[in-house]
Structures are given as structure tokens and as C-alpha cells.
């Protein structure tokens, strides 16, 4: 066997190593320890297939180390011209956007100081602070003792109460940011912010039930597309969430655990993989959906027979409004409308909030809205319920 092929046989091996931390994370996530040996592991593995390529190739070892390096420095610089709020060519962020939802988004739920469970809504956050960050944000996070990111007066007969997902929750910005807190200081009407990220529009009907609705003239939802699989298993369940046990939870927490902090060779072991899926994705039948998104019929019923058990709670006016993920085209807001034209329903406002948003509204990688955003946002949702007198 000539040393050519021993180096190809070496690299396969190194490949493999590294194949196995790619697929079967999970065994790695028990402790900060086993953390620690996995991205070691990826780093060992993904560097030493590199060199025994090179050896197989007879060229220098530096010269794969030094490229292996600098394209790791690339990555490094991009992700932190982009924290700084610059944008680069289209089709890299495109690039930068699959890599950071893949293998390096910190999703928030990493551990109890982040997370609570419930038996009920799965989880919502824990009581006291704490700091959330991914690479464009560091926001920290006061929230008050029903797990929602707003202070303990806000539980105590709020005239508004917004419901919603990681967009009214505020991922990514301060709490006098997000456009609850600014409505709040523009209408000088008190508010309760009970937006949790991923929740859908079940969990939200579900979070009114802990709530004391009896001063609250307005409840202003959000909704966003991602809502639709929980909407239909709690409709499909006979208006009853089925929800995971604490394990699965923490399951989630842990595996979050090994991809939000930097490790060496992080962005090329992501980027590589990354790469490769692309290139399945195009070899195979699946497309792409077009845009703009469009909801089916039973998904828009779905969110109205909710809304329509939101009403058994509370008698006053709700106002909804549609976010879309990083500015993405959608037709929602037209299919509620024509949705309501069949089946009016009393005290039922729609704003079309997507309408005035543009891509600069948004982070450059993470889907959802900066602070600018959430201003401008804010000036709809106010503007709106002035001229609707929805708090009279």
C-alpha cells in the first residue's frame, strides 16, 4: 500500500470521526465536560482530515493548516461586519443566514435559567434576569413571575394586552425597544407584554386563561406563519394541547448548549456541511416554495376557531396582525380579510403591518425585526388604534 493511499485512508477515517459528531450530537450534550470533547472533536477531526488530504496531494502540511485558518478568520470577520449592521453581497448572507440557523443560532432555552416548564404551555420564561445574545444582539431579559418578559405592575389590570411570538416577546432588542413598550409610553395606556418565543396562536389563547382580563379594553395579536402546526394539532385535538414531558425540553436545552458558544473551526465545520446540503437539496425533486407564502383554507380556519375561543374570554376589541420571517412576501393578510367577509366576526381588527416593513426593518441575518422595526411598527399599531378608538 503505497503512503498515498494510507494518508486517503487516514483522512477517510478523520472524516468519519467528524461524520459521527455531525450526526450523533446528542450523545455528547450530557455535561459542560462531553460538551467541550465534542467541539474538541470536531475541531480534531475536521483538521485532520484536511492535513491527511493534503499529505495524500504531497503538499506542505502548513499550507492546508493556513487555509483551513484563514478561511476560519473569513467567516469570523463576516459574521462580525454583519454584527456591526453592514450588509454584504446578497447571495453570501443568503450563505451566512442557512450556516446560522443550522449550527450556530443561540435559540434562548439552554438551561433552567433560561427555560421553565410547563405542563401546559411546554415552557415560558423563568422569573428574575437574565442576558439572551446571538451574533447581531445582546439584549438582557427582566421577567416577572408568570414568565413573561414584562415587570410584576404589568400583571395587575393592563388596559392592552399583546399576544404573540419571539417578534412581541422582542428577540433581539431591549424591552423599551419592542413596540409593546413603545405603544405603551405612546398611548400612555398600560400594557402586558405575554409574547414567548415559538409559541403559537393555541398557546396564546391558552396564556389568557392565567391572565385577569377585567380593565382590558384591547388585545393586540400577532401572528406569524410558524403558527400553523401547533393551531392544527390543538384544533385537531379537540381544542387541547398535547404537550412533551420536562425531558424533551431539557433535550432541546442541551443541544442548544453545544452549538451557541464558538469553538475552534466552528464556521468551516459548519460552512462545509452547509455546502453539502446545498448541493443535495439541488440534486434533488424538492423545490423550493414559491413566494409570496400563502396559508391553506383549514390553516386559516384554524386560526379563526381559536380566535373565535379567544372571544369566549374576552368581550372587548382584538387586533391582529401578521409578522413575516426577514421580510418575507406573503399573502396572509388578504386571505384574513376574505376569510372575515365570510364569516364576519364582532369587535375584529386586522392591520396589515408587513405592508410598511422593508428589509432594513430587519436583522441582517436573524429573521426578525431590529429596532427600527419594532419603531416603526409601533407607529402602525398606535396610529391604528387612535383612529379606530379601540380603547374607548
Known sequence: MTETVKNLLRALVSFLFLLFAHKGGYYFYGSAFTIVIFQLWIAISLLATIIYIGKALKISVLFPIALVALLELFFILSFQIISSGTRLSEPFIVFLKQVYFERCRNVCFDDERSFRYDSTLFYTLPPGRHRFSNIEFKTNYEVNGLGFRDDEASLTDPEIVFLGDSHTMGWGVEKAETFEALIEKELHSKCLNTGIASYGTAREFLTLGRLDLAQSKLLVLQFCKNDTTENQTFVAHGNHLPISDKKKLESSGKWNQLWKSYFPLKYCYASFFQLCNNAILACSAKKTPPLPYKMNDEEVANFFSIILKIKEKFD??????????????????????????????????????????????????????????????????????LENRLLD
Do not use: M
Open 316 to 385: 372587548g376589541n382584538i387586533l391582529i396582525f401578521n409578522i413575516n420571517e426577514q421580510y418575507e412576501p406573503s399573502t396572509i393578510f388578504s386571505q384574513f380579510q376574505q376569510y372575515l367577509r365570510a364569516n364576519p366576526i364582532e369587535k375584529l381588527h386586522l392591520l396589515d403591518a408587513d405592508a410598511h416593513l422593508t428589509r432594513d426593518d430587519y436583522f441582517i441575518i436573524d429573521d426578525h425585526l431590529n429596532a427600527n422595526g419594532h419603531r416603526k411598527l409601533a407607529n402602525q399599531l398606535g396610529a391604528y388604534i
